[in-house]
């Protein structure tokens, strides 16, 4: 019981901190925007595959948000970037909500999420790249 009080202690120490620093609002906007960046990715994808978009439709945003929250505490699992976990979490989902979804298998819940896994990794290169580019450019003009 203390180890959970000293765990908990540590976490309001944390978020206390937020209250205090300078350009807070700054840093709330660019939060909002990146988990809504999140939110929003996973909903397109989602919707762009036949089986998955059934469920949304059926089940709606409650299907998406069990996803989200199951995926966002895969990423804690310390692993190479989630690799593993996020696909454990991703089929745990949407197995949640495969009732009476005809092929809606764990197999194709593994498929999805590993092919998410696989476009969000390359997107993450792609940026990488571009922002490498951009910096070296930035340093020929100066």
Excluded: D
Aim: aromatic share 14%; proline share 2%.
């Amino acid at each position: 019981m203390m180890r959970i009080k000293g765990i908990w202690a540590g976490l309001w120490k944390g978020f206390a901190v937020i209250v205090k620093m300078r350009g807070k609002g700054l840093w709330l906007c660019y939060t909002i925007l990146l988990w809504g960046s999140y939110i929003t990715a996973l909903y397109c994808a989602f919707l762009s595959f036949p089986l998955t978009a059934e469920m949304m439709a059926r089940y709606g945003i409650a299907a998406l948000a069990v996803c989200f929250v199951f995926t966002s505490i895969s990423m804690g699992v310390p692993s190479n970037g989630g690799i593993g976990p996020y696909q454990w979490a991703m089929m745990f989902g949407i197995t949640l909500f495969s009732g009476g979804i005809s092929g809606l298998t764990r197999e194709y819940a593994l498929t999805f999420a590993n092919m998410l896994m696989g476009v969000q990794t390359l997107v993450l290169i792609i940026q990488g790249l571009l922002t490498f580019g951009c910096i070296a450019l930035s340093k020929r003009h100066k």
